[in-house]
């Protein structure tokens, strides 16, 4: 009996419901003074009780002599009927995740613009929200994108070729220095340079080199995106830092061309 209780509480009932419930499967009809005489429940309580089963269709309720009877619904039927119960509930919580999640939305982009003195400096730490600044970034660049790409990636070379296509045909200048450390074998390199080649095709100018300080992004020279290796392990972290700041992304872009200046070409990889 008490496993049947457990089993029942799992499926939403209460420990008096499922005590009731099962009681009424013993019987072919009970009144609530019945009820009370081999529960545990009071005659007071399970009327309450009582008029929830109903509600939840998994108790029926009938006059029989001028008395409240009650019967239990076929357990097959009754089930199903909890079921419907919780999928409706998930509708509806979903459609208030929906509305709730746009006025969020609404209210998170609003802060922005509220004076804070550290407005402009974001930090990520959930891989989803930084594959998506990233993409934002991409996609709202105007002008130049210059990136530093190393392991581990928050998106895969191969899934985010589409996106930077779309950029890089709005006039967009584009360069990526691509880090090729732990690359040894003639397949992992000749994997790695068909991918490269393929974003020499669609119009970003690609260069390699052993080894990069960080993962960077710059965006217009406007918007600095990056994760550093974490300082015990030393290494790389998804830990992520945006920085809207103009005279920042300028700094950085010294440090991006001083790279630059010394990678190698695809071709000599």
Not at 154 to 181: H, M, P, R
Not at 197 to 209: D, F, N, P, S
Not at 232 to 256: C, E, G, N, R, Y
Request: hydrophobic letters at 40%; glycine letters at 2%; a neutral charge.
């Amino acid at each position: 009996m008490k496993d049947y209780i457990v089993r029942l509480q799992e499926l939403g009932l209460t420990r008096r419901e499922a005590e009731i419930y099962l009681a009424l499967l013993s019987k072919k009809e009970l009144t609530a003074s019945e009820i009370a005489k081999i529960t545990s429940v009071s005659r007071t309580k399970s009327y309450e009780i009582l008029q929830n089963l109903v509600k939840r269709k998994v108790c029926n309720e009938n006059f029989k002599n001028g008395t409240k009877i009650f019967s239990s619904v076929n357990p097959d039927i009754a089930i199903q009927n909890l079921i419907s119960i919780y999928e409706e509930d998930l509708k509806r919580k979903k459609r208030v995740a929906e509305k709730s999640r746009d006025e969020l939305i609404e209210m998170y982009n609003t802060k922005r613009i509220i004076n804070d003195p550290l407005d402009y400096i974001e930090v990520l730490s959930d891989i989803r929200q930084i594959r998506d600044r990233w993409m934002t970034i991409q996609k709202n660049t105007k002008k130049e994108l210059l990136v530093f790409t190393k392991p581990p990636y928050s998106v895969g070379l191969e899934d985010n070729i589409e996106t930077e296509t779309e950029s890089l045909t709005n006039q967009v200048v584009g360069k990526g220095i691509y880090e090729y450390k732990g690359i040894t074998s003639p397949e992992e390199k000749n994997n790695l340079k068909k991918m490269l080649l393929a974003y020499q095709k669609i119009g970003e100018q690609v260069r390699l080199i052993e080894e990069l300080p960080m993962k960077l992004v710059i965006s217009d020279e406007a918007i600095a995106m990056f994760a550093l290796n974490d300082r015990v392990s030393l290494q790389p972290s998804i830990t992520t830092m945006i920085i809207d700041h103009p005279s920042f992304a300028a700094a950085l872009k010294k440090v991006f061309e001083s790279y630059w200046a010394v990678s190698i070409k695809v071709e000599d990889f």
